[in-house]
């Protein structure tokens, strides 16, 4: 399994940027794919997930500005993220659960900076 990131960059505070993540390979059925960050010095956090059924979670730190979807068709799920703050500067890792195994993306680099 490959999960292939997209869409990180540098964006001014109050901007939006859009991440895509693709998998590939021996998928089987994806259960939940998932959207992880880890900011310089700091633990990796969860910051959405969203599975097979639709259900949906939120980081309170995210909730209102950032939104997961998934296309299902094409084994990829985004992130679109709105109103970014400083403080949403980090490494931002896709992540899938198949039933078989935990799968991670390479890392995207976001950074919120004027």
């Known amino acids: 399994v490959q999960l292939q990131a997209s869409g990180g960059g540098l964006v001014q505070p109050g901007g939006f940027l859009r991440l895509s993540c693709a998998a590939s390979?021996?998928?089987?059925?994806?259960?939940?794919m998932a959207w992880y960050r880890q900011a310089p010095g700091k633990q990796r956090e969860l910051v959405t997930l969203?599975?097979?059924?639709?259900?949906?979670i939120y980081a309170d730190s995210v909730k209102g500005r950032f939104t997961i979807s998934r296309d299902n068709a094409k084994d990829t799920v985004f992130l679109q993220m709105n109103s970014l703050k400083p403080e949403d500067t980090a490494v931002y890792y896709c992540?899938?659960?198949?039933?078989?195994?935990?799968?991670w993306g390479q890392g995207t680099l976001v950074t919120v900076s004027s």
């Open positions: 992540n899938i659960n198949n039933g078989l195994g935990y799968y």
């Open positions: 390979g021996s998928l089987f059925s994806i259960d939940d």
């Open positions: 969203i599975r097979s059924g639709g259900r949906i």
